[in-house]
């Protein structure tokens, strides 16, 4: 069965710092991989996916994130980090078959001034 | 930009009531979904429907819970008696097969 760990619950950064989340996955082939945000009582808004290919994949907002078949990991990156980014973060891994999404339990981010 | 939309944004019901959250996905669209999501919990899946039938359910969408699709744009998940634990945020998606799943606001449901 498909599952995604992000063992990081909350994360603090600086403004201005460099972020990083993990993610790993366990599936049983090549999966797609994504990252989702989610604002305080907001939706899930997608930040980036991987598919195949180019295993370092850019999103919005600055965002990028590395695909290691080795280590099962799909870690998300920003090399500085902006107030308005503190939200909660998803990983998500989906079949190819395209249906359903296994989320992560989520990492917070906070972002001190 | 097209986006999915949900209605009501706030539920709340009794214990045992019936609730039908609303969905319309986005248009070109051919696959929906229904995830939950309890206060400080991940999100969770519960069902994909795709050419008017469930293509697969997790061990959540019991019997008390249905979808439906009555017409061409709105997508529905019913829950037929709901129980205090039914108490969470739905979120509907939607996308093209194999490509990423695009996200409603959510529906925050309240079972007192």
């Known amino acids: 069965a498909q599952s995604v760990t992000q063992p990081d619950i909350h994360i603090t950064v600086s403004e201005g710092a460099s972020l990083e989340l993990r993610c790993n996955y366990s599936?049983?082939?090549?999966?797609?991989l994504f990252w989702y945000v989610q604002s305080p009582g907001q939706g899930l808004q997608l930040l980036l996916k991987?598919?195949?290919?180019?295993?370092l994949v850019q999103g919005i907002k600055g965002f990028e994130a590395e695909f290691k078949r080795s280590q099962s990991s799909f870690n998300l990156r920003k090399p500085s980090v902006h107030w308005s980014d503190a939200a909660e973060y998803f990983c998500?891994?989906?079949?190819?078959?395209?249906?359903?999404?296994?989320f992560g339990a989520g990492t917070i981010l906070r972002v001190k001034s | 930009e097209p986006e999915v939309t949900q209605t009501p944004s706030h539920q709340v019901t009794q214990m045992g009531q019936e609730v039908i959250l609303r969905c319309v996905p986005i248009s070109n669209h051919l696959y929906f979904y229904w995830y939950r999501q309890i206060l400080g919990q991940k999100v969770e899946f519960l069902v994909s429907f795709y050419n008017n039938e469930i293509s697969e359910k997790s061990e959540i969408f019991d019997d008390q819970f249905s979808v439906e699709r009555p017409d061409g744009s709105n997508f529905t998940l019913k829950i037929r008696s709901t129980k205090l634990e039914d108490s969470a945020m739905y979120f509907c998606?939607?996308?093209?097969?194999?490509?990423?799943?695009?996200f409603g606001p959510g529906t925050r449901l309240t079972v007192t």
């Open positions: 998500a891994v989906g079949d190819r078959g395209g249906n359903k999404l296994v």
């Open positions: 599936y049983g082939a090549t999966p797609y």
């Open positions: 998606a939607s996308n093209v097969q194999g490509l990423e799943q695009y």
């Open positions: 991987y598919f195949s290919g180019d295993t």
